[in-house]
């Protein structure tokens, strides 16, 4: 079956150091990964995506995710926290030959401490 | 920019009400997809629609139904509201055309609206 894992329900750090959430996958061929973030009584916004090519993608709000294909995992990063980033974090595969259907893992709270 | 919008953003129902969830998007987009959110299980697909009056069941369609009549417009129906309903319902976009198999395109993502908070008393 087609799953995704974030491992970690909340992640706390503090502002201006560098923060990860974790995400791992488990869908057949080579899925296409995204990163949506969910802000306070908000939909969820669109922050990258990995199709192919280069492991390290860049995104909005100075996002960045890195790609690992042995790990299957698709972590996002950003080299120095604002206290704004403080939301859930959504980490989400589109797997190859399934049709529309993206699958969504539980999502991780963030929180950035002033 | 696209925009997603849905009619409610804080709904209260009785158990055994009929309920309607609206939403609507103004690209011109193909699909359009009606998720469940709740705390520890993400999002969950209830049903999509990749052209006007055609559907598709998702991972949890039990206990609703869908109305596409027309390309903007795609309406959740909750045809008798029980209180295990009670959740966030997310609606998305996206501007491809449904395609069975195949890998995805790069094009590929969802917009989605600001979410109904939906509960079932």
């Known amino acids: 079956a087609q799953s995704v894992a974030q491992p970690e329900d909340q992640v706390n750090v503090a502002e201006g150091n560098p923060l990860t959430v974790k995400c791992t996958y488990s869908v057949s061929g080579n899925p296409y990964l995204f990163w949506y973030v969910q802000y306070p009584n908000r939909g969820l916004q669109f922050l990258l995506k990995?199709?192919?090519?280069?492991?390290l993608v860049k995104g909005s709000y100075g996002f960045e995710a890195e790609f690992n294909k042995s790990q299957t995992s698709f972590h996002l990063k950003k080299p120095s926290a604002l206290v704004s980033d403080s939301a859930l974090y959504f980490c989400a595969v589109r797997p190859y030959n399934y049709g529309q259907n993206f699958v969504f893992g539980p999502g991780t709270r963030l929180s950035v401490l002033p | 920019d696209v925009k997603v919008t849905q009619s409610s953003r804080y709904l209260v129902k009785r158990t055994g009400e009929k309920v309607f969830l609206e939403c609507v998007q103004d690209m011109d987009h193909e699909n359009m997809f009606w998720y469940r959110q709740d705390p520890g299980l993400g999002l969950r697909l209830i049903y999509f629609?990749?052209?006007?009056?055609?559907?598709e069941k998702g991972d949890i369609p039990e206990g609703y139904s869908v109305s596409r009549e027309k390309k903007e417009r795609f309406s959740l129906i909750l045809e008798s509201a029980s209180t295990n309903q009670t959740s966030m319902y997310l609606c998305?976009?996206?501007?491809?055309?449904?395609?069975?198999?195949?890998?995805?395109?790069?094009?590929?993502?969802?917009?989605f609206g600001p979410g109904t908070r939906l509960t079932v008393l």
């Open positions: 990995y199709i192919t090519g280069d492991n």
């Open positions: 998305a976009s996206s501007p491809l055309r449904f395609r069975p198999a195949g890998p995805p395109l790069s094009t590929d993502r969802q917009y």
């Open positions: 629609s990749y052209d006007v009056k055609m559907k």
